[in-house]
């Protein structure tokens, strides 16, 4: 048995395109192998593809690092995205023989996205290459040069299948975490996200995570949320050893007296404080675009939204704010930064200090890249907000010199609704409705004049163009006649 006791945790996700050989070189790095191991789903073995998370360990120097394994198949993204919240550094895993694929770049956009700042490269299949090693190092080098890690990024060659190049990875792993400058939260509240769960016969409810902030010890009382299940700590395992306690940063098991397993799912919170979290579908969030993100974003657009180890569908709802009013909008590709509503088709749990949200159309083709960006939780909403959209109303000048004034039609239908827009104002070169006329909803409209004083000249049939202000609320996360 190794000793993990006084080693400091580190952990490390593992990212790339399918078949890139991440689960490989896990599988060589690692000396102990969790209950959540290399494709330990059944699934994984039978289709031969890593399908869940997979979490292995080995210690180098003061270092116990863990290792992230998700998938790189296109269609489980989300399972790959919800490993974010709990890793240091990432490493990108690239089959030298194909170069970057589109999950390659999925995955890199995905973790600059949440802000992980420091990477590893790893170009694997070096046994099958036939071509210069050097220059193909120059051009992954070129492909980094347009992300925000820029092409002075440490890259390592290695064949998993042969085994060639590990003694240089771990070296250059090691040079790489003595280099990071992280923080761990021992003294605040416990939060534990949850990634597996399972009952062991004899001791019950078990479940598995890493220690996102402070210390828990044995018969400490948790509360899985969003379940509200209570639970007494029977005993604390850190990659098989018992353990009295563990801080923010390790990686453990624990064994729960008094909850139902069964009610668990990825996604739940262990915690010592519920009142950290908020159980809600509706929020306010600062989103950063992805750049990459070619399709425009109109109001009411579908999107996947991870938060922590959960992915949800909903509706994201674009607005900008005009003189205290958040009006309804659509988002250009050119528009990297934006305000908008997030309402999820089911309720969540969001940590009210600090959530980073991804949102992703996984909707679009796998062969287009799907991440649209992340965003930063604002406000948490209990009530649909009140927003406003622009309606336009066209009209046309009917008389341009009549003794009363400029008469325009089509502005209202009524003498009643004509009564209505007295006084609105109107795209120059008019000025606003000044009157009614007549009983069909015609009005007198004003008209701007230039330094002499003189009035713009207009003609019967030109148009005239009244943009009103039309309040709304969100009536429903599923009901998007809002946009029409």
């Known amino acids: 048995m190794y000793n993990v006791e006084n080693k400091i945790p ?33 699934q994984s073995k039978e289709r031969g593809i890593t399908i869940d998370l997979g979490f292995t360990s080995f210690i180098l120097d003061d270092y116990l690092i863990t290792l992230v394994d998700g998938p790189g ?49 790893i170009l694997n299949k070096i046994d099958l290459f036939k071509g210069n090693l050097d220059k193909e190092i120059e051009k992954i080098e070129d492909f980094f040069k347009s992300t925000s890690y820029g092409s002075n990024i440490s890259i390592y060659t290695v064949s998993a299948k042969q ?86 940063g390790d990686r453990v098991g624990v064994n729960l007296k008094g909850i139902d397993i069964n009610k668990v799912y990825r996604g739940c919170y262990a915690t010592d404080d519920p009142k950290l979290f908020e159980y809600c579908d509706l929020v306010e969030i600062r989103v950063k675009k992805n750049r990459l993100f070619k399709p425009d974003i109109p109001f009411g657009t579908q999107v996947h939204s991870t938060i922590g180890m959960f992915t949800s569908s909903g509706f994201i709802y674009p607005y900008k704010e005009d003189n205290g009013k958040l009006l309804e909008t659509s ?56 927003l406003y959209r622009i309606k336009t109303k066209r009209g046309k000048i009917q008389n341009p010199d009549h003794s009363q004034g400029i008469v325009c ?17 109107l795209e120059p070169p008019y000025t606003k409705i000044l009157s009614s006329f007549g009983t069909k909803g015609a009005v007198i409209i004003g008209i701007e004049r230039d330094e002499n004083h003189q009035k713009t000249e207009v003609k019967k049939g030109d148009k005239v163009i009244l943009k009103e202000l039309r309040s709304f609320s969100l009536k429903s996360k599923k009901d998007l006649n809002v946009q029409n």
């Open 10 to 42: 580190i952990h490390i996700g593992l990212f790339g395109h399918i078949d890139s050989g991440k689960t490989s070189i896990a599988a060589i790095l690692s000396e102990f192998i969790s209950t959540a191991g290399i494709d330990a789903h059944p």
């Open 331 to 386: 988002i250009l590709k050119e528009n990297h930064n934006f305000s908008a509503f997030l309402w999820l088709n089911e309720k969540i749990l969001f940590a009210k200090e600090k959530s980073r949200i991804l949102l992703s159309r996984l909707d679009l083709p796998p062969t287009s890249l799907r991440i649209l960006g992340a965003a930063e939780l604002i406000k948490i909403h209990s009530d649909p907000p009140k």
């Open 163 to 248: 085994k060639k190049g590990i003694e240089e990875l771990k070296k250059g792993i090691l040079t790489k975490i003595k280099q990071l400058k992280i923080k761990r939260d021992v003294e605040g509240h416990i939060i534990l996200p949850i990634d597996h769960h399972f009952s062991i016969k004899g001791r019950g409810a078990v479940i598995t995570g890493t220690l996102l902030k402070g210390t828990l010890s044995l018969n400490h009382k948790l509360t899985i949320l969003p379940i509200n299940e209570e639970g007494r700590v029977k005993s604390i395992q850190i990659f098989h050893k018992d353990f009295i306690s563990a801080k923010a």
């Open 409 to 425: 039609s089509g502005l209202a239908q009524s003498l009643i609704g004509a009564k209505k827009v007295i006084g609105k104002r």
């Open 73 to 121: 198949h296109a269609d489980l993204i989300k399972i790959s995205a919800s490993s974010v919240e709990i890793i240091d550094i990432a490493v990108i895993v690239i089959d030298i023989n194909k170069g970057p694929q589109v999950q390659t770049g999925e995955h890199i956009v995905m973790i600059e996205a949440l802000e992980i700042k420091d990477i590893i490269v």
